[in-house]
C-alpha cells in the first residue's frame, strides 16, 4: 500500500526517491510522485516543484521536469479516497505551494474535517482525504506562522492510522508524523532517508531510527529532532543498526517475481527453523504458562496462524485457537494477563493485525510474533519476536512467507513438546525434496493441469485436517494471480451443502497425506468424481480415482506444507496463460496498512 520516500543529502533528490520508490513497488500501488525543492541561484527562492504519474513508476527521464535538488520527498500511492488519477496522486501541493504533502493511510474522519474546513472558506481541488490534511495544515499556519506546529496541531486532528510527509520550501525542511502507518529514518553519510520501511533504503545504509506512533520527525537545515507530537517535547534519537541479511530486490535470471520466490522456498523453510532450544525457549515456556493460545493473522498469514495453531494442537497438544485479525472485536474484552497471542505476518505492518495485537497487550496478554520483516511494527510490539529470515518477498502473492511460517509453526510445536529435532529433521529433508522436486518434470506437470484449468470459472480444492488450512491458502492464490472463482473448504463439508456445486467436469483438487485422514478424503473424492469432477490429486502418492495427479515430495510432519507448491505454481502459470502480471495482481497491495 502507498509508501513515503523522502530524501535530504547531497545527492540528486530526484534519482535517490526514484530508486526508494522502486524499492517501494513491492507494496503496491497505482500511481506516484515526486516532489523537490528547486533554488533560483540568483535571487536564492525557493520553490517546490511536483511531477505525478499515473501507472508504474519509470525511468528518471520522466520526471525530466523536476529540476536537480538535494531534497524531496515522494509518494506511491494505493487508492483508497478518489479514483486513480495524476490529481489524486501524492504530494499535493498548500494553495500558495510553500509545502507538499503525502500521506499514508486513511483519515477516518475526513467528512468532518472538511465540512469544518469548507465553513471557513478552505475549497478542495482532488478527492482525498489526504488534501484535507493539507488544507487543515494551511488553517493552522494561518493561525501560528510555524510550519512544525501547524503540522503537529493538524495531525492531531486526525483519526485513525496515518503517517504524513511534508516538504517545505524554506529552510531546507521535512517533517514527518507517525500514528500507526510505518514511518523509520534512515542515516546514510551526510544523507537522510524518511521511509515508509527499512528495505527501502537498505542497500544505501545500515543505521535506522524507528519512529514510534505519535512521534514526530523534523529535518531542519541540517538537524534532525524527534518529538512526541502530543506535547510537542522533544525526544532522544536513538540509531539502531539494521540486520537485513538479504537486502537485494532482483529476479536473478526468472521471469518473474513469483517464480523465484516459489523455487526460493526450498531454502527459506530451512532459514525459518534456524533457531537452538535455547531461542525457542522463551516462547516455549509462555506456552507452557498461558491459559489461552491464539494465533492470529490476515488472508494468507491467516492461514499460516491457523496451521501453526493446528501444529501446535496436533503435535503438542496444546489448545490453540487461531483468530482472524480482523475479527477481534468479540474476543477483546476476553484477552488476560495469562493468554498469549502470536501475530503471524511477512510485512510486521499489516493494520489489521497491529490492531489485534494491540487490542491483546491492553488487556495484558504476553505477544509472540513470527514476521519477515526485521524492525517491524509487530516485531517491536511483541515481548518474544522472532524471524523468518526468508529475504524479501517482493511478489505481492505471499508464497516462500507462507511455507516459512509453517515451518517455523511446526518448530515451535514440536519444541513444545520437546522434540524439535523431529521438526527440524522433516523440514531439512523437506528442503532436500524440493531441491530434487523443482525440475523440468515437475514444472511440465504443472503446466499440463494449468492447460485444463484455463477455461473453467469454477475451481474447489478439498482438505481436511493437516491439509485444511492449506486448502484454503490454494483457493486463496488461484483467485489472488488467476483472477479465478477456486474455493478451499474442508472435506468434511462437502456433503453438507458443497456438493451441491458439482457439476460434470468441474475441477476438483484434492490434498492427500499419507496419514489417518487419507480414506475419508478418497471417500471425498470417489463422491465428487461420481457427479462428474474432473479430479486432480496433490499427494505422494498416485489414485486410480485422480484424472490428473501432481506428485509433492515426502514431508513426513512437514507434508502439508510440500503441497500447497503445486498451487503456488499453478496460480504462477494460470495468470501468464492469461496474461496477467502475476507479480501485480489488480486491486491488490502487498503490505495493507489501513484497515
Ligand atoms: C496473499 C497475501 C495477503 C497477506 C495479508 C497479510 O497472497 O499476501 O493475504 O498474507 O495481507 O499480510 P502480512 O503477512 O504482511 O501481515
Same mark, same amino acid.
Given at each position: 500500500m502507498c509508501g513515503i520516500f523522502g530524501y535530504i543529502g547531497q545527492g540528486d533528490a530526484g534519482q535517490n526517491i526514484l530508486n526508494g520508490l522502486k524499492r517501494l513497488e513491492y507494496r503496491g500501488y497505482d500511481s506516484w510522485g515526486v516532489a523537490v525543492v528547486s533554488r533560483d541561484r540568483q535571487n536564492g527562492d525557493s520553490t517546490i516543484e511536483v511531477a505525478k504519474k499515473v501507472g508504474s513508476i519509470g525511468a528518471l527521464e520522466e520526471l525530466k521536469d523536476l529540476p536537480k535538488s538535494n531534497i524531496g520527498i515522494g509518494h506511491t500511492r494505493w487508492a @483508497?479516497? +478518489? #479514483? !486513480?488519477t495524476e490529481v489524486n496522486a501524492h504530494p499535493h501541493y498548500s494553495t500558495d505551494h510553500s509545502f507538499v504533502l503525502a500521506q499514508n #493511510?486513511? !483519515?477516518?474522519n475526513y467528512q468532518e474535517l472538511k465540512k469544518e474546513l469548507a465553513q471557513k472558506g478552505y475549497s478542495f481541488s482532488t478527492e482525498t482525504d489526504t488534501e484535507i490534511i493539507v488544507r487543515n495544515v494551511e488553517f493552522r499556519l494561518s493561525q501560528i506562522n510555524n510550519l512544525k506546529e501547524a503540522v503537529r496541531k493538524a495531525f492531531l486532528d486526525l483519526k485513525g492510522r496515518n503517517t504524513i510527509i511534508v516538504l517545505s520550501s524554506e529552510h531546507n525542511q521535512v517533517i514527518a508524523v507517525r500514528n500507526g502507518s510505518p514511518l523509520v529514518v534512515g542515516i546514510g553519510d551526510g544523507e537522510y532517508f524518511f521511509a515508509s520501511d527499512t528495505l527501502s533504503f537498505a542497500d544505501k545504509t545500515d543505521e535506522v531510527i524507528y519512529i514510534d506512533d505519535k512521534q514526530m520527525v523534523e529535518y531542519k537545515d541540517g538537524d534532525l529532532k524527534l518529538f512526541d !507530537?502530543?506535547?510537542?517535547k522533544e525526544l532522544k534519537i536513538k540509531i539502531r543498526k539494521l540486520d537485513h541479511e538479504d537486502v537485494s530486490i532482483d529476479?536473478? +535470471?526468472?521471469?518473474?517475481f513469483m517464480l523465484k520466490e516459489i523455487v526460493d522456498q526450498k531454502h527459506t523453510i530451512r532459514e525459518a527453523i534456524q533457531y537452538s532450544e535455547e531461542e525457542m525457549e522463551p516462547i516455549v515456556n509462555i506456552i507452557k504458562n498461558s491459559r489461552n493460545i491464539y494465533t492470529v493473522g490476515a488472508g494468507t498469514a491467516s492461514f499460516a496462524a491457523g496451521q501453526i495453531a493446528y501444529f501446535l494442537r496436533k503435535y503438542a497438544g496444546v489448545n490453540a485457537i487461531e483468530l482472524k485479525s480482523y475479527e477481534m472485536e468479540s474476543y477483546k474484552e476476553l484477552f488476560t494477563e495469562n493468554d498469549l497471542l502470536i501475530a503471524v505476518s511477512q510485512? #510486521?505492518? @499489516?493494520a489489521d493485525t497491529i490492531e489485534a495485537v494491540e487490542l491483546a497487550k491492553q488487556k495484558g496478554a504476553k505477544i509472540g510474533s513470527i514476521v519477515n520483516m526485521v524492525g517491524s511494527t509487530i516485531t517491536r510490539l511483541s515481548d518474544f519476536p522472532y524471524f523468518l529470515r526468508s529475504g524479501p518477498e517482493i511478489c505481492v502473492v505471499s508464497t516462500k512467507a507462507f511455507t516459512a511460517m509453517c515451518s517455523w509453526g511446526l518448530l515451535l510445536a514440536l519444541s513444545v513438546k520437546g522434540e524439535a529435532e523431529k521438526a527440524r529433521k522433516a523440514i531439512n529433508n523437506l528442503s532436500e525434496e524440493l531441491d530434487r522436486h523443482l525440475n523440468e518434470d515437475f514444472f511440465a506437470c504443472v503446466k499440463k493441469v494449468t492447460e485444463k484449468l484455463l477455461h473453467h470459472e469454477h475451481i474447489f480444492v478439498l482438505g481436511r485436517g493437516q491439509n485444511y488450512y492449506l486448502s484454503l491458502e490454494a483457493g486463496l492464490k488461484l483467485k489472488e494471480t488467476a483472477y479465478k472463482h477456486t474455493e478451499g473448504f474442508a472435506a468434511g463439508e462437502l456433503k453438507h451443502g458443497v456438493i451441491a456445486l458439482i457439476e460434470k467436469g468441474t475441477p476438483i483438487f484434492v490434498l492427500i497425506s499419507e496419514d489417518n485422514s487419507k480414506s475419508d478424503m478418497l471417500s471425498a473424492a470417489a463422491e465428487v468424481k461420481a457427479r462428474g469432477a474432473h479430479l486432480i490429486g496433490i499427494a505422494t502418492k498416485e489414485n486410480e480415482l485422480f484424472d490428473d495427479f501432481i506428485k509433492t515430495p515426502e514431508g513426513d510432519y512437514a507434508d502439508s506444507i510440500a503441497n500447497i507448491i503445486p498451487f503456488h505454481l499453478l496460480a504462477y502459470y494460470l495468470a501468464v496463460e492469461l496474461g496477467y502480471n502475476p507479480d501485480k495482481p489488480r486491486n491488490l497491495a502487498k503490505s495493507v496498512t489501513v484497515k
Open positions: @483508497t479516497h +478518489g #479514483g !486513480v #493511510g486513511i !483519515v477516518e !507530537v502530543e506535547n510537542n529476479k536473478e +535470471g526468472f521471469a518473474h510485512s #510486521g505492518e @499489516t
